[in-house]
């Protein structure tokens, strides 16, 4: 099919067209204009991105794949699909990557919505759906590198993995995911590295421009949100000056239900497994009330803490983004450019807890399926034995800061030697020290509770007070006042992290002609990373638990507004089909601290007066830390080709050294203040400093043989590594849990911790049946070495008399194995109809002291399915993303007790109309199977671990270009 009838019925899609793309998303031109191919290059090295040929490129004119077609341009579905099979079949290792539709026009909110229809990458989501955190070929976020024009981006969480809701999909102009080895691309990835791509004004010479308008509604929690979008681009000076701006404003509200068990369950010790002492921290779950664990009570299991309730969310979004490009001659070019993002994402749930932990004398009735307590009943009349319900209301600041400066140079020495310079910042920063909240409230009237377990991601609930009144019904009335509830539990907490990356990099290509080698290439790198974290909270000073047990006070004593209002959410947990309480009696927290500060010089039942200063957050220096990370790296790779041929052959040399700060102090003593309930008094804590340094040599080698213009084999082999977590190099501690009688001392990590490092190969065959179309299938095995796993060892000994404790640290793993397989296809056909597909297969298991175990974070199957129709002025389209449920963690209850990731589909679909040029119309719709993400321990319906589900979401979209 030619051009110009494409350009004739040019069509405007809308936001979610990238989701039907099957790997890309929307390209702004076909894969044989020129234009196109300096946009959408692969990174080449850490900061030449932005050189105006890449190796794909090179390759296709070495080919003769490249044909010069002046202005032509397509924004068509078949334009991008073209655009993508040519990526892919000149890209020089294997690589898959979506672009935007236009200037500055991504088609989804979220970058990693559209990552997720790539081949062998799936998502992680946060609260409203949103995608957050992206997996390549089944390892985590852990393995995966991202970058933002070949630098590395900040990270505002405690690792390096990237979470993509800070960044508006609109301030990118495309993306590529590289699942292959090479040794001018930046290292620190063993899955994938995805480097995201930034428009330049050369892609669109002239004055271009377009505004967005968007709203969009979710139906579960009938809450409306909107956006605004603006980018602008031109040339000056017979196109030797360029610029572009953009800016994006968004505001959205969200909810989510949610339900999980926040205390874990609870497990008998089982004589039958040398690595499982029990963590039932009332005394073992006794049936027949012997007071023996009897043989029929090994490994019995049953409920600790469980919640049910909704976060809501209202996130607003703002960025900034410029660039000047200036090409003073046609030997030189000079790249000045800027990105500044704020996510302010608070979130506050209101939530209902429930801890029917067991303790002798506080069950009876029990029932018993499977090695699982399945109901019991509590009517103790002990206040401390009974079930307290509990109003939990939990809040989140969540205010990130992202900020990306640099400034790139090309120098075309001679016609043979082209030398490239880059220097960059990249910062991130989220300050919540002491600003998160999880306060709950108890219920302090006597009742009789019955609590049984179902298929469901909640229990069933029944809870009847002495008074005649039943909690679900009192709550739905408004029968409860706060005269009904006691102060209890108070933590507040957040941490102050800043991540500030400066990179700078030097490199050149010269043009060989001889022995073989068309193309050297060679660079150094100098990359200084420093990442601190304050962590700020009460729990470490026993604050949390001032307001507690014995010293609780009367809500009612407090004053008024202390509980705010009652409401009952639309659509609250519809799906789950259990009987519990369903409405909320929801409190105001910055009230309630005011409350508690004004009840200051009342006297305690110890006689001393209660001081709201013993309760307030402080630094905690256990959980805080600094890390300083200085990587020095060299380069130099071969680019190969012959009749029928090309490759290329390479190595980095990379050095990095590490020092990290971090505090401990001793647990002197602790104090039992009631069931579940301890403080620990801690000796002065003591700075510890500890320094490291490793040298890695990763060889590489890519090569592709072209059996026919249509047909060729891509081989690659590679070793490749992934660095430890920022906050795992930190040798950092926590003893938290002693408060509530958890009694386990968590280690953070310590600067010893050795990377991953993976030997790698490809192995890709592709086949260019057709215009625009394609099916491959490729096979992949990469051999893992030092993947970092946590050790969990009971009944330790760590100087605190009295109480053993089980010590849980993160540790290099003996080794691990992934092999995979990877089928796709894409096809349009010439009546407007299209397909795409996507399979990804995964087979991984690890070793851990010599045990055998499931290599956490890896999905066994991804797979995918699009179906589209793209005809005058409509676009039409349905696309299926499905997710194998996948190991999350190993061994929570003992060997073999892991908690599963539930497999989950997320459907999406969209309408577009072009009205004209100019004008044009979109309707999206999200998640319209509306399938929650849960968790189990080991896929047991009675044993869920976790409840998230989003609800769907429509959006509708007006969208002017000029």
Known sequence: MNAAPLHRNTLYFGVALALLMPATGLSQTTSDSAPAAQESQAPQSDQTTQSPISQADETAKKRGNVTELGTVTVTGVRGSLARSAELKRDATTVQDSISALELGRFPDDNV?????????????????????????????????????????LATDGAGRDFAFDVLPADVISGADVIKGAQASLTEGAIGGLINLRSASPFDQKGQHGIVRLEGDRNQMSELNGRKFSATYSNTFFNDTLGILLGVVRADRKDRTDVAGNDGGWTRNPDPNDPNWWGNAWGGNIDPNGNGVLDPDEYGLIGPGQFRVGSIMEDKKRRAYSGKIEWHPSDDVRIVVD??????????????????????????????VQNGIVT??????????????????????????????????????????????????????????????????????????????????????????????????????????????????????????????????????????????????????????????????????????????????????????????????????????????????????????????????????????????????????????????????????????????WDGNIGARLVKTRTSAQAWDAKILSITENGPFNYTAKYAAPTPITEDANYTYLLPSANFTWHFTDELQLRAGVAKTMARPAVDTLAPTNTTESVSWGEFTQVYGGNVNLKPYTATQGDLSLEWYFADHSIANVAVFEKRIKNQITTS???????????????????????????????????????????????????????????????????????????????????????????????????????????????????????????????????????????????YSINGNPLLSDGYFRYGRSVNLGVNLRF
């Open 112 to 152: 990693a919505d559209s990552l997720s229809h790539i081949t062998g990458v799936a998502i992680s989501r946060t609260a409203g759906g949103e995608g957050q955190k992206v997996s390549v070929r089944g390892l985590g976020p852990d393995y995966t590198l991202t970058t933002f024009n070949g630098r590395i």
């Open 338 to 367: 800027g990105l500044k993002t704020r996510l302010n994402s608070p979130q506050v749930s209101y939530q209902q807890s429930y801890y029917p932990l067991f303790a002798p004398g506080r069950w009876s009735n029990m029932t």
């Open 375 to 644: 109901g019991f009943t509590m009517d103790n009349p002990d206040p401390s034995l009974r079930l307290n319900p509990e109003l939990l209301n939990q809040t989140q600041y969540r205010v990130v800061d992202t900020d990306l400066y640099g400034i790139n140079g090309e120098w075309k020495v001679t016609p043979a030697l082209t030398l490239t310079g880059d220097l960059y910042r990249s910062t991130s920063s989220r300050h919540s020290g002491g600003q998160d909240s999880y306060v709950v409230l108890r219920m302090n009237q006597p009742n009789i509770a019955r609590i049984t377990l179902g298929p469901n991601a909640v229990p069933n609930v029944d809870v009847r007070f002495n008074d005649g009144r039943d909690l679900a019904t009192g709550l739905a009335n408004n029968q409860f006042t706060a005269s009904d509830f006691n102060t209890h539990y108070m933590e507040l907490s957040g941490d102050n992290i800043d991540d500030k990356i400066t990179g700078g990099t030097v490199a050149g290509k010269l043009v060989v002609g001889r022995w073989g080698v068309d193309l050297l290439r060679f660079g150094v790198t100098r990359t200084d990373r420093r990442k601190s974290r304050d962590l700020v909270n009460n729990t470490l000073n026993g604050g949390a638990d001032y307001y507690s047990e014995a010293n609780a006070i009367n809500v009612a004593d407090l004053g008024g507004g202390v509980l705010s209002h009652n409401f009952h959410l639309p659509n609250f947990m519809s799906d789950v089909d259990s009987n519990f309480p369903r409405s909320f009696l929801a409190f105001d927290v910055p009230n309630y601290l005011a409350q508690l500060q004004a009840y200051n010089g009342h006297l305690r039942p110890d006689g001393t007066p209660y001081d709201y200063a013993m309760a307030a957050p402080a630094w905690n220096p256990l959980q805080s830390y600094r890390v300083s990370e200085k990587t020095n790296a060299f380069y130099v790779e071969a680019d190969m080709s012959g009749d029928r």
């Open 792 to 934: 969990f060892e009971p009944g330790q000994d760590i100087g605190v008399p009295g109480y053993l404790f089980n010590v849980v640290r993160p540790i290099n793993g003996d080794h691990a194995k992934v092999r995979g397989l990877e089928l796709g296809l894409q096809h349009f056909w010439e009546n407007g109809f299209g397909v795409r597909a996507q399979y990804t297969r995964n087979l991984s298991r690890s070793w851990v002291n010599g045990e055998k175990r499931p290599l956490e974070g890896i999905a066994p199957a991804t797979y995918s399915l699009g179906v589209m129709y793209e005809k005058g002025k409509w676009s039409l389209g349905v696309n299926a993303d499905h997710t194998d449920g996948f190991v999350k963690a190993v061994n929570v209850l003992g060997t073999g007790y892991n908690e599963l990731a539930d497999s989950l589909t997320w459907l999406t679909a969209h309408v577009s109309y072009r009205v004209n040029d100019m004008l044009s119309f979109t309707l999206d719709g999200q998640n319209l199977l509306d399938d929650p993400q849960t």
